[in-house]
């Protein structure tokens, strides 16, 4: 087509093209009547089929309208163009958002409700999509969901269908297997919300090749591969969605489009649920929780009291409370004896009750203790000889260190849902006879 920026169709002026596709392109457009910008979808009027289908969206948009359908503001005609205004959504489509990586699963959660409730409705007034990818996904603000581009869409109860006989139509990533022998139902819409749910999860579709017909034949004859082997943390709830809504046979999928959202948010919510439960297991665990509080050193005795005060809201076992009265009463008496020890005319000996300790003064040269233990029972009392230059000291004990008990250490955008792919034709072998696949990326 031919480039447009500027020129005026009806009270709308032509600004810049955002997308273009095989039958339509996509322009951001200023209406000169309210100043605003609008996307405006234009075909040329001398390609009597590319019309066709257009006015055949308009009609299908026309009944459909729903907060999470994108809708049509005015259908009309200018010497060689046939255009539609649409409201104008500048964050994109979720083909934008994927090129990020995948989503997490309460991101997931949100847009595909919001996808699954606007194809249910579609579903429910008789409309089949037909071309459901991210491409057709707009994103407003990035959270508001509108489903686009009806241009392939079919009635359930039209016996006409635009499609011309012996041809697939549609985007061969997300086509399912029947309708090499079967018209589009409701079945093949759930199959590509599958393959979308795929692609929103793990950042990638299940099959590839180089060639339409080859990635068809995959749909055919392969089984997709686990989307938990491309995104370890899916959780296999979640995961026995997606390949359940890509089942070969159309009978063994979801029974409705509704069906599968419900099935896929009460999988999110049950992942919720057991992750909340691990992290509740892991903070209430009594053994780990004591263990890393409380430690011995090296000295045997000495009792980490820092560990010890970052515990005061937390109720101790009388185990470790005897524990730290017992270590109270061998600290205090042999610090008041060295004290008297160093204040006196060091005739005295001071008795120690315990093991071997270091004392350090932050003021004096260090004096250091040396007992001779003598063991009488479960307690061990001695004599020790007070050396250094020190004549008068209250000598502090040196504490360990602060420890915490651990060691530290693709398809074509359409921009606004309107893109429609170049047309590709190839053979499909697996049934017998000829399939030509219309591209639509």
Not at 38 to 67: C, S, W
Request: glycine share 8%.
């Amino acid at each position: 087509m031919l480039e447009l920026e500027g020129t005026q169709l009806g009270h709308y002026q032509l600004q810049q093209r955002l997308a273009r596709g095989g039958m339509s392109e996509v322009y951001l457009a200023l209406d000169t009547h309210t100043r605003s910008a609008v996307a405006l979808k234009i075909v040329n009027k001398l390609q009597e089929d590319h019309t066709q289908r257009f006015q055949h969206e308009v009609q299908v948009l026309a009944q459909l309208v729903h907060r999470h359908i994108l809708q049509v503001f005015e259908y009309g005609e200018d010497e060689t163009w046939c255009y539609v205004a649409m409201p104008y959504v500048k964050e994109g489509t979720l083909r934008n958002r994927l090129y990020d990586g995948p989503l997490s699963l309460a991101e997931a959660d949100v847009l595909f409700t919001q996808i699954a409730a606007a194809l249910q409705w579609a579903h429910e007034h008789g409309i089949i999509h037909r071309d459901i990818k991210p491409s057709n996904v707009l994103l407003h603000e990035g959270t508001h969901v509108y489903l686009a581009d009806f241009g392939l869409a079919k009635s359930l109860t039209d016996e006409h269908d635009m499609t011309q006989t012996g041809c697939l139509i549609g985007t061969p990533e997300y086509m399912a297997p029947e309708l090499s022998e079967e018209p589009a139902s409701c079945a093949s819409d759930i199959y590509a919300l599958g393959v979308l749910l795929y692609q929103m999860l793990t950042g990638q579709v299940p099959f590839h090749g180089e060639t339409p017909l080859a990635i068809y034949w995959k749909h055919l004859r392969e089984i997709p591969q686990p989307p938990s082997q491309l995104n370890p943390a899916l959780p296999a709830s979640v995961e026995n969605v997606i390949l359940r809504a890509l089942e070969k046979d159309p009978q063994q999928r979801f029974t409705s489009v509704r069906a599968m959202a419900e099935a896929f948010s009460a999988a999110v919510a049950e992942a919720d649920a057991a992750q909340a439960q691990i992290a509740q297991l892991h903070l209430t665990a009594p053994s780990i929780r004591y263990y890393s509080a409380i430690h011995t050193t090296s000295s045997f005795g000495q009792l980490n009291l820092a560990k010890l005060h970052s515990l005061h809201s937390r109720k101790l076992r009388p185990t470790y409370l005897a524990f730290a009265a017992l270590l109270f009463l061998f600290i205090v008496p042999l610090t008041l004896g060295v004290t008297f020890s160093l204040r006196g005319l060091h005739s005295a000996t001071p008795a120690a009750l315990g093991a071997s300790v270091q004392f350090v003064s932050r003021h004096t040269p260090p004096v250091t203790v040396t007992p001779t233990v003598t063991n009488t029972g479960n307690h061990t009392t001695g004599t020790s000889t007070n050396t250094g230059k020190a004549t008068s000291a209250v000598v502090p004990v040196k504490l360990p260190a602060h420890n915490n008990g651990g060691s530290h250490n693709h398809d074509g955008d359409s921009g606004h849902g309107s893109g429609d792919g170049g047309h590709k034709h190839g053979h499909s072998g697996g049934h017998g006879h000829s399939k030509h696949i219309r591209s639509r990326k």
